[in-house]
């Protein structure tokens, strides 16, 4: 049996309830684990509250860290003993202990925690695909100017930092003045307060008129229009997120206007929809986390139990960097 945090219909945070559950064994391609510690992400306020459907009910989570209880036939690089962690498909990472697909979960290296580990995967993987996959066609070099919103956030704050270590000028976007100054601790190199500045103009301003190769929003709505007038000619609007509501249908002769502009929008799902895509990419971050480059900040703990209060933070813009929850 294990305590599982479980919806029965799409809600606020109220409709999360802590369960308990029957775990079986792993079949083919899965593994059981015992989680240590489990990460909480926006993704998770978005299939609580339908704006990304699931089937009823449903048991939430999508990132977590723990040690391997067993491992099912065909189940080849883990065994049980090993230290994991995972960002993944289907959710149900909140909770005690699971059976899932192993195929996103890896090897936790010794020098990463289980706290850690449960913090950064999700998120970290993210911040991997955006800053390297996810690239303009003129390319990104060092010195080259970005814009990231929601900078001080559990993406945001791993951005600044890989952003830095790549060379990029990141310039970040917060909701107050302590978040953009922590944007700017983690490596940012500009941070603008878009609750009461006007972004654009000062994204115009830092880049002596130019504008940005990139912009990296996870916000949404509210940061759409203002952001496709951040970008140099040719840019990329890499769309990623919803935090603020989904970005309205828009007309693409727009993007002619504003100089001929690209649109991406991505998810980590495709990213990490293979084995070997998924260790490239996690080892990756392993490199920067281990190696001191990226520091993973969990700015907030709850137990399991309190589930509802981390969502609530969440969405009242409370939290900063990563958050995790202790079964
Ligand atoms: N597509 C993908 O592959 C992928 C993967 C991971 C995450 N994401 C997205 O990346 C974003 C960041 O995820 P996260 O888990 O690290 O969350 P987070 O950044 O820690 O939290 C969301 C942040 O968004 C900002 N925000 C702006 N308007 C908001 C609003 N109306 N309501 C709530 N927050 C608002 C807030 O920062 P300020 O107060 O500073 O504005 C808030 O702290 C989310 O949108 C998430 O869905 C996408």
């Given at each position: 049996m294990?305590?599982?945090?479980?919806?029965?219909?799409?809600?606020?945070?109220q409709?999360?309830?802590?369960?308990d559950v029957?775990?079986?064994?792993?079949?083919?391609?899965?593994?059981?684990?015992?989680?240590?510690?489990v990460g909480?992400?926006?993704?998770?306020?978005?299939?609580?509250t339908?704006?990304?459907?699931?089937?009823?009910?449903l048991?939430?989570?999508?990132e977590?860290?723990g040690?391997?209880?067993a491992?099912?036939e065909?189940?080849?690089?883990?065994?049980?003993g090993d230290r994991?962690a995972?960002?993944?498909?289907?959710?149900?990472?909140y909770c005690?202990v699971?059976?899932?697909?192993?195929?996103?979960?890896?090897r936790?290296?010794?020098?990463?925690s289980?706290?850690?580990?449960?913090?950064?995967?999700?998120?970290?993987?993210?911040?991997q695909y955006?800053l390297?996959?996810?690239r303009?066609v003129?390319?990104?070099?060092p010195?080259?100017h970005?814009l990231?919103?929601?900078?001080?956030g559990?993406?945001g704050?791993?951005?600044?930092?890989?952003?830095?270590?790549?060379?990029?000028r990141l310039?970040?976007?917060?909701?107050?003045?302590?978040?953009?100054?922590?944007?700017?601790?983690?490596?940012a190199?500009?941070?603008?307060?878009?609750a009461?500045e006007?972004?654009?103009?000062?994204?115009?301003?830092i880049t002596?008129?130019k504008?940005?190769?990139?912009?990296?929003d996870s916000?949404?709505?509210?940061?759409?229009?203002q952001?496709?007038d951040?970008?140099?000619?040719?840019?990329?609007?890499?769309s990623?997120?919803?935090?603020s509501?989904?970005v309205?249908p828009?007309a693409?002769?727009?993007?002619?206007?504003?100089?001929?502009?690209?649109?991406?929008?991505q998810t980590l799902f495709?990213?990490?929809?293979?084995?070997?895509?998924?260790?490239?990419m996690?080892?990756d971050?392993?490199?920067?986390?281990?190696?001191?480059?990226?520091?993973?900040?969990?700015?907030?703990?709850?137990?399991?139990?309190?589930?509802q209060?981390?969502?609530?933070?969440?969405e009242?813009?409370?939290t900063?960097?990563?958050?995790?929850?202790?079964?």
């Open positions: 294990s305590k599982a945090v479980r919806i029965e219909r799409h809600g606020g945070p409709e999360m309830r802590v369960v029957q775990v079986g064994e792993p079949g083919p391609g899965e593994v059981r684990i015992r989680h240590y510690a909480l992400n926006f993704i998770d306020v978005y299939q609580r339908g704006l990304y459907p699931f089937p009823m009910p048991q939430l989570g999508m977590g860290a040690v391997i209880e491992v099912g065909g189940v080849t690089h883990l065994r049980a994991a995972y960002a993944s498909n289907p959710p149900g990472a005690e699971r059976v899932m697909p192993a195929q996103c979960v890896c936790l290296p010794d020098a990463i289980f706290e850690t580990g449960a913090a950064m995967m999700l998120k970290g993987l993210t911040a955006l390297k996959k996810a303009p003129e390319g990104l070099e010195g080259d970005v990231f919103h929601a900078a001080a559990g993406v704050l791993i951005a600044c930092q890989w952003a830095r270590a790549l060379g990029l310039i970040g976007t917060a909701g107050s003045d302590a978040k953009c100054q922590l944007a700017l601790d983690n490596g190199a500009h941070a603008i307060n878009y009461r006007d972004f654009a103009a000062r994204v115009k301003e002596g008129g504008g940005v190769k990139v912009v990296y916000v949404g709505k509210d940061t759409w229009d952001s496709l951040c970008l140099r000619p040719f840019g990329l609007m890499a990623f997120g919803n935090a509501g989904p309205p828009f693409p002769g727009l993007l002619g206007a504003k100089g001929s502009l690209y649109v991406t929008r495709s990213h990490i929809a293979t084995r070997e895509a998924t260790q490239a996690a080892d971050l392993f490199a920067v986390v281990a190696g001191g480059q990226v520091n993973i900040r969990i700015a907030q703990r709850y137990p399991l139990a309190e589930v209060q981390a969502h609530r933070d969440l009242a813009r409370k900063t960097g990563s958050t995790i929850l202790t079964p």
